[in-house]
């Protein structure tokens, strides 16, 4: 497709299951970030990718978030033993790798909204 | 690190007024700076961004930022709001000396615009 696309776009969990969310970027982009957003906030970074690398996992907020992307395109957020705090909106953007030009534009899904009851 | 900081979690104006959504920065090197836009579940969409080739920057459906480094500031405008515009707005910040665009984003200012 055009754009990067997400799914599923809401998902409701009961406590202590686990759930997958997948991300399909723009093809070509070699970057791909996941971010988490709660109700009323910002975007906050969790994971960013390199082709299938995961270069940068510092804002994973527990063990229990696991993030891969075996192929260097489509990348899964995967979240064992959901908990209630988890509950909020996953983003996940792509972009060009960045070289000697000024950074370039992050392009953002639309979301998965995970509800944890 | 860097952080960003907007001023206002709600903004209110009528229909035809001045937009100004205010956004403040910290970081020891020089930043570039964005701002987005995110509509009613939707992904956000970049409206303009700083990369030190011009302070005054244009973006998108009118809208301008002003990089003002003493200020430390970058705040957003626009001439005359438009019932379109209502939305959530997002300054964010990355660094130079990262190989990546990590972007840290502000808590975001949710505008409304009155007929």
């Known amino acids: 497709g055009a754009g990067v696309s997400q799914s599923p776009r809401y998902k409701v969990a009961k406590r202590g299951q686990d759930v997958a969310l997948r991300c399909d970027p723009i093809?070509?982009?070699?970057?791909l970030f996941w971010y988490q957003q709660a109700l009323g906030q910002g975007p906050e970074f969790l994971t960013y990718?390199?082709?299938?690398?995961?270069?940068?996992k510092s804002g994973l907020p527990s063990d229990r978030f696991f993030a891969e992307r075996p192929e260097g395109s489509v990348s899964t957020l995967k979240i064992q033993r959901t908990q209630q705090e988890d509950s909020a909106v996953y983003l996940c953007?792509?972009?060009?790798?960045?070289?000697?030009?000024?950074?370039?534009?992050?392009?953002f899904g639309e979301g998965s909204r995970l509800t944890v009851l | 690190a860097q952080s960003v900081t907007q001023l206002g979690s709600h903004v209110s104006v009528s229909e035809g007024a001045l937009v100004l959504l205010r956004c403040n920065y910290s970081?020891?090197?020089?930043?570039?700076l964005f701002w987005y836009v995110q509509y009613p579940n939707q992904g956000l969409q970049l409206l303009l961004k700083?990369?030190?080739?011009?302070?005054l920057v244009k973006g998108i459906n009118g809208f301008e930022a002003e990089f003002k480094k003493s200020e430390t500031s970058f705040h957003l405008t626009k001439p005359s709001a438009h019932m379109s515009d209502a939305a959530e707005y997002f300054c964010?910040?990355?660094?130079?000396?990262?190989?990546?665009?990590?972007?840290?984003f502000g808590p975001g200012t949710s505008l409304s615009v009155i007929p």
């Open positions: 990718f390199q082709n299938e690398a995961q270069l940068d």
């Open positions: 953007a792509s972009s060009v790798l960045r070289g000697l030009s000024p950074p370039g534009e992050l392009f």
């Open positions: 970081s020891s090197v020089p930043p570039y």
């Open positions: 964010a910040v990355t660094l130079e000396k990262t190989s990546y665009d990590k972007v840290i």
């Open positions: 093809s070509g982009h070699v970057s």
């Open positions: 700083y990369t030190s080739a011009a302070t």
